[in-house]
């Protein structure tokens, strides 16, 4: 079955840099869209943005629009979460995700996570 593996999380001062890796495993990776979704405590899984299979269009949510960039090497099956100017707001658990094989623009695959902790 697919596997998502996330790296990169960790504890960083507000106004800091991480970048979070996530490799694919058993996965078309070439072919289709991937995602990063973060989930803060006592909220909401939300969505962060996405890249398309030849990383033409990537859409961000406005929260991190102009401080985070989203990036694939598809050679490597992996895809990349570069955070700049990181604020307490941005802290969440991290998740990769893969597109569907069946519903296009739907994510079927999930990574266990990583966290990410900002603090003020």
């Known amino acids: 079955q697919v596997q998502l593996v996330e790296s990169g999380g960790g504890l960083v001062q507000a106004g800091g840099s991480l970048r979070l890796s996530c490799v694919a495993s058993r996965y078309t990776f070439g072919r289709h869209l991937m995602g990063w979704f973060r989930q803060a405590p006592g909220k909401e899984r939300e969505f962060v943005a996405t890249?398309?299979?030849?990383?033409?269009?990537?859409i961000y949510a406005d929260s991190v629009k102009g401080r985070f960039t989203i990036s694939r090497d598809n050679a490597k099956n992996t895809v990349y979460l570069q955070m700049n100017s990181l604020k307490s707001e941005d802290t969440a658990v991290y998740y990769c995700?893969?597109?569907?094989?069946?519903?296009?623009?739907?994510?079927?695959?999930w990574g266990q996570g990583t966290q990410v902790t900002v603090s003020s």
């Open positions: 995700a893969a597109e569907s094989y069946y519903r296009a623009g739907e994510y079927d695959y």
């Open positions: 890249i398309s299979w030849n990383s033409v269009g990537t």
